[in-house]
């Protein structure tokens, strides 16, 4: 690892991400697999659900905690999430002077398979870990595909043939790790894991629809019981609460992003009682639909 290259990126990065930050802490780039984050304070600790991703931290440090355990991440490491996962996150160190920084890039399964198809399984050896995510450390060979990734946003007629390419090299270079042997136990041909991936991809699709266990199971080949345990092994959630966990993200954006009726968004993402909605998004997010959406427009008014 070369401390002054690293560095050096980290600079562009931060200029790349300083010249669209307006305000919000969440930035959706052009790109849709590459979002960037912004904090100029820290924050408390915040449910959240991982997607299939690889987090980078530009700037400041955040803690993750996953189940009993609180991990601590910077610059120097890099976070892997190979299937959805539900996490606790806050932002530790950030400030007006020098911000939270970060980027996160979505994989799909798609995407995870085909480099796994190119790459001979018996180079590497499967580790098998109860971790649901990997914290792996940051290099120049890594770090440098990310950066070419990010400049794309100033050349956006380049964005449809060149991302995917990238994104794939950035996949390959982790699958050469040990964060390759963390993404192959939930993807290994013919195992519970990938059922498990399967019923993901399910639910995420349909996270409106009314979730019938039952026929899910036998769509893909389980019991409900080994699906229920295999479930929540690797998410740590049942099916049934991933999908609640899924709607009430969803709804969090959609109140960040349209002005409408908390009422309105709790039924547009599935939920038939909206005094059930507003207590469950209390439960995880700290703060009521109604204060949260007030909160966001505020924020979104002074900013304007």
């Not at 307006?22 to 997607?51: A, C, R, W």
């Not at 954006?253 to 209390?282: C, H, K, N, T």
């Amino acid at each position: 690892m070369n401390p002054e290259s690293l560095n050096h990126s980290h600079q562009e990065l931060k200029r790349h991400i300083s010249s669209r930050y307006d305000g919000e802490s969440y930035i959706q780039t052009n790109m849709k697999p590459l979002s960037f984050f912004v904090h100029t304070e820290p924050t408390d600790m915040l449910s959240i659900l991982y997607e299939p991703s690889l987090c980078v931290i530009v700037q400041g440090s955040k803690a993750v905690g996953v189940d009993n355990d609180l991990f601590s991440y910077d610059p120097d490491t890099y976070l892997l999430a190979s299937v959805h996962t539900p996490a606790r996150i806050c932002i530790t160190e950030a400030s007006s002077e020098r911000p939270y920084m970060g980027l996160t890039i979505t994989f799909s399964m798609e995407q995870i398979f085909d480099v796994l198809k190119e790459i001979d399984q018996t180079e590497k050896r499967l580790v098998r870990t109860e971790r649901r995510l990997y914290f792996g450390t940051m290099e120049d060979k890594l770090l440098n595909p990310i950066l070419r990734l990010v400049r794309l946003l100033d050349t956006p007629e380049d964005i449809a043939v060149l991302s995917p390419l990238i994104i794939k090299e950035i996949l390959y270079l982790i699958m050469r790790t040990e964060g390759g042997d963390f993404i192959r136990q939930y993807v290994m041909d013919g195992s519970s894991a990938q059922q498990v991936v399967k019923a993901i991809a399910h639910i995420k699709e349909n996270f409106s629809e009314m979730l019938n266990i039952s026929e899910l199971a036998k769509s893909i080949g389980m019991s409900e019981s080994s699906l229920y345990s295999s479930f929540k092994k690797i998410t740590a959630l049942s099916p049934l609460q991933f999908q609640k966990t899924l709607r009430l993200q969803e709804a969090r954006r959609r109140l960040m992003i349209w002005d409408r009726e908390v009422s309105q968004i709790a039924f547009e993402v599935g939920y038939e009682s909206p005094s059930q909605f507003s207590r469950e998004y209390s439960r995880m997010y700290g703060i009521s639909p109604k204060a949260d959406a007030k909160r966001m427009r505020i924020v979104t008014h002074n900013k304007g």
